[in-house]
């Protein structure tokens, strides 16, 4: 199970931390992962974090938007810095569901997501 938290609203330039608590599965040997969906838009990859604790990002958000993890509270993490108001979007904890890889929008296993709004 995965639980997302510490989504809310912040104006333009604000900065927000998400945190998502993993039960029953180890993230230091998965790869997980942060999403976003906005309104009527794709699921997008934003971040993610492999078990030996490289990151990626996508190219839209390197720089503003970082990842990382505590092994020990098992627990995932996305720091937003300087945020937009089009960075307004459900954002979602993934882990793996394959031995290997990380998660993708069609393959991982879901938390319930936690809701950021940013106004201008």
């Known amino acids: 199970q995965l639980a997302e938290s510490g989504g809310g609203s912040v104006t333009a330039g604000g900065s927000l931390q998400l945190s998502c608590v993993v039960s029953e599965y180890r993230i230091s040997i998965g790869c997980m992962a942060w999403f976003r969906q906005a309104l009527e838009k794709e699921r997008e990859v934003v971040a993610n974090i492999r078990s030996d604790g490289r990151t990626s990002y996508s190219d839209t958000f390197q720089g503003r938007f970082t990842i990382s993890k505590n092994n020990t509270m098992n627990t995932l993490y996305l720091r937003m810095n300087n945020l937009k108001p089009e960075d307004t979007a459900m954002y979602y904890c993934?882990?793996?569901?394959?031995?290997?890889?990380?998660?993708?929008?069609?393959?991982?296993?879901w938390g319930q997501g936690t809701q950021v709004t940013v106004s201008s």
């Open positions: 993934a882990a793996a569901n394959v031995i290997g890889g990380c998660p993708t929008v069609g393959s991982a296993y």
